[in-house]
């Protein structure tokens, strides 16, 4: 069952091409601090594996998440805006609907590094945020590319 479409590509949109393996290894090593919108608190949800699986990997994990407190022993943030200090990257689990705003707030705040998620393609908003000067990785797993491309470990 599908709740909502994560695809958005507009008829006149050209593909987004995802950097070099070698330069999402090269992100991969030099990224600290991921903010993960959308982190679920719930066990079962991918979100929640995969940010776990990066923390094991000693990347410090940022949740954004309205009306969550704590998620993986952080602090939760309702938004971007709202983050202490800019992550290296933030990595998405929402639908493709709600990317150009999560774009809009990468813009606004200067962060250099946007991941979308599998199955998250919002070729308009990749391309936006390209010509802003963000590295954009769409319609990839992060962990599943951590463990793949070797991270960096603790």
């Given at each position: 069952?599908?709740?909502y479409?994560?695809t958005?590509i507009p ?7 995802n ?9 991969l ?19 929640f594996?995969v ?5 094991g990997?000693?990347?410090r994990?940022?949740?954004v998440?309205?009306?969550v407190?704590?998620v993986?022993g952080?602090?939760a943030y309702p938004?971007?805006?709202s983050l ?7 990595d998405?689990?929402r639908a493709a609907e709600?990317?150009?705003a999560?774009?809009?707030s990468?813009?606004r705040?200067?962060i ?6 599998d199955g998250i ?5 990749a ?8 590295t954009v990785?769409?319609?990839r ?8 491309l070797?991270a960096?470990?603790r």
């Amino acid at each position: 069952m599908v709740y909502y479409n994560r695809t958005f590509i507009p008829a006149d949109a050209m593909p987004h091409s995802n950097p070099s393996s070698e330069e999402i290894s090269r992100i991969l090593h030099e990224v600290h601090s991921i903010a993960v919108v959308g982190l679920s608190p719930n066990q079962s949800r991918p979100s929640f594996r995969v940010a776990q699986a990066l923390q094991g990997f000693g990347y410090r994990i940022i949740p954004v998440r309205p009306m969550v407190d704590e998620v993986l022993g952080e602090k939760a943030y309702p938004d971007l805006e709202s983050l202490p200090e800019l992550p290296d990257i933030v990595d998405v689990f929402r639908a493709a609907e709600f990317v150009p705003a999560i774009v809009d707030s990468c813009i606004r705040l200067g962060i250099k590094n946007l991941w979308l998620q599998d199955g998250i393609i919002n070729e308009e908003a990749a391309l936006r945020a390209q010509q802003a000067g963000i590295t954009v990785v769409m319609n990839r797993c992060m962990g599943r590319d951590a463990v793949q491309l070797g991270a960096r470990s603790r």
